[in-house]
């Protein structure tokens, strides 16, 4: 069975390929990131030596700092690793927006012209998160953003007018009483209003401007409070949103962790911490329900006309979710990690990692160094060739870098 590569559905690229026709300095870098994934041996022959060539996505995590306690998040979730840490002090190392854009002038200036993906924590907290944006569309670098709703409606021209090419955000329940209690606010809050609030406000704002930017996209997390319900957050959302992302969930099992700390410490000499805030307790008992709901997802947007529907992984059947749900070692073919042949991940502090989800290796922070100088240093690479020659990690068999990049 040849490996499986995550990519973005041929309908969802038909029904949206007319809002980039008129940017081809998004649509060829779309193209080319998804292109170089499903061919990456042909463009990267030597894997086995750690070397990459081009940067095709830099992640910014711009801040720490959330409004929201969604219990699905590894940060601030019920498991999450951030509780352990000063939040003060967090917010005292997050990097610059001066220092930001001197990092993304550089990379253009050595031929990397990723594309930009600003989140958080909450990435509309962090002050100069609609500056980078626009830093970022000059510099010719497609500029997207993870939200989970905070901020939106009062920044919507903003966002419009810095042709943001893609907004990403959080939905999790069809109405306010499930989404809320799905992504509590710390103090008192509606973060289902602030979502519908923002997304009608950048809708009219696109309007006004005759714009087809940003791309809207509704990312959704399945769990066992709206496993039932994922029709209805279709219907709700179809007519303010351009398209659906449903993700099964990414949670490791205290077995799975036990296992990593042991690989992980043969591999790089210490043992790391940050995938425990990913520990999940939850199965699905209904996978048959659960199987209908995605089928009702897909059939209802094949129409030409209907608002497309991703499922990250691609996992239908009940034998499937089963085994997704309840074995952790079940990898589906996703037997090899791309992302960190193309993608960089900044911390808020800088720090630099090669992997997306569990940031425990750190090769350097951009305070200091450049990406450009890092992107292949020999720390870098050594991470590379581990997972090349040695094989993927026990925690890498739910872990977006694998299955969702």
């Known amino acids: 069975m040849a490996d499986r590569r995550s990519s973005i559905s041929l309908g969802t690229i038909i029904k949206n390929v007319s809002r980039f026709i008129p940017h081809p300095w998004i649509f060829t870098k779309l193209a080319t990131l998804q292109v170089e994934k499903l061919l990456l041996k042909r463009f990267t022959p030597d894997t086995g030596n750690g070397k990459a060539r081009r940067i095709r996505q830099l992640s910014f995590r711009v801040t720490d700092r959330c409004n929201l306690r969604c219990h699905t998040c590894g940060q601030w979730g019920d498991t999450g690793y951030l509780h352990q840490m000063g939040l003060k002090q967090l917010v005292q190392n997050e990097v610059t927006p001066e220092r930001y854009i001197e990092i993304m002038n550089d990379l253009a200036s050595h031929g990397h012209r990723p594309i930009i993906y600003f989140w958080g924590g909450e ?74 609030d923002g997304l009608d406000a950048v809708n009219m704002a696109r309007r006004q401007r005759k714009s087809g930017l940003p791309l809207i996209a509704s990312l959704t997390v399945i769990s066992e409070a709206n496993a039932n319900h994922l029709v209805d957050i279709y219907k709700a959302f179809k007519d303010k949103v351009d398209l659906f992302v449903f993700y099964l969930s990414w949670w490791i099992t205290p077995e799975r962790a036990d296992l990593h700390d042991r690989d992980f410490e043969r591999r790089f000499g210490f043992i790391p911490k940050m995938h425990r805030g990913w520990l999940g307790k939850w199965q699905l008992k209904d996978y048959q329900g659960l199987n209908i709901q995605l089928e009702e997802l897909l059939a209802r947007s094949s129409p030409v006309s209907a608002t497309p529907v991703t499922i990250i992984p691609p996992i239908t059947g009940v034998k499937n979710l089963s085994r997704y749900y309840t074995d952790h070692a079940s990898r589906f073919g996703f037997n090899q990690c791309i992302s960190i042949y193309q993608a960089v991940e900044v911390d808020s502090n800088g720090d630099i990692s090669p992997c997306r989800d569990y940031r425990d290796y750190i090769v350097g922070n951009i305070k200091d160094n450049t990406i450009s100088e890092l992107w292949n240093s020999g720390r870098y690479c050594y991470f590379r060739k581990s997972l090349s020659r040695g094989g993927l990690m026990p925690v890498c068999s739910r872990c977006c870098g694998l299955m969702g990049y």
């Open 123 to 196: 990435p509309m907290l962090y002050k100069g998160t609609l500056r980078l944006i626009k830093a970022a569309t000059n510099l010719g670098l497609p500029a997207s953003i993870a939200t989970n709703g905070t901020r939106i409606a009062s920044a919507a021209n903003g966002l419009v007018d810095a042709r943001l090419f893609l907004m990403q955000i959080s939905i999790d329940g069809h109405n306010a009483e499930t989404h809320n209690s799905l992504r509590p606010s710390v103090g008192k809050g509606d973060n289902f209003s602030d979502i519908n």
